[in-house]
């Protein structure tokens, strides 16, 4: 699987949109990109996943770029349950399903 | 309902016990998975289970066995538990292996004293 590389930080305000690059310039054909996010403490939570069009659900908004190295996850309206470390994975199908996480964006939603 | 849960919440032990952490999931999925988060917070697989199979065992030391008594149960046992086992672990479900979102239980706080 593709490595990714993720900002270790970024802070948002409430209200505003964040948006959480990732570059993954290595990624291959057959590899999605998949966001989880883990708030403190808590199991990982599945949040929105694309294979090279932009994807919408009531989570976020996912924009790849055409070339597919890169990626951005959008959440339109941060609140502060949104604090939370997001891990951006590129992963690809077969019966080795395995999920490669990294250091993932620690988001700091502030009031 | 919970989806994915998994018992104890926490497990305090000594060195050199052997002990299970259980894991059930009610989504009717085929595929349950065991990762480990460690104290730098790094998330990584130990195991895969695909109707009841194993398909991936990671580098993981053999005192790790995994047991699916049905596709609904992937209990985690540990024997002569080490201080290097200290982790939160997670247990994962998906519909089926390949390309599927996983659901994640709330994982299990692991302290061995």
Redesign the interface.
Known sequence: DAKTTQPTSMDCAEGRAANLPCNHSTISGNE?V?WYR?IH??????II?GLKNNETNEMASLIITEDRKSSTLILPHATLRDTA?Y?CIA???????????G?GTRLTVKP | DTAVSQTPKYLVTQMGNDKSIKCEQNLGHDTMYWYKQDSKKFLKIMFSYNNKELIINETVPNRFSPKSPDKAHLNLHINSLELGDSAVYFCASSRLAGQETQYFGPGTRLLVL
């Open positions: 999605y998949y883990q403490s808590q199991g990982p939570q599945y996943h470390v891990y992963r690809r199908g077969g019966n080795n399903n395995d999920m490669r996480f250091a």
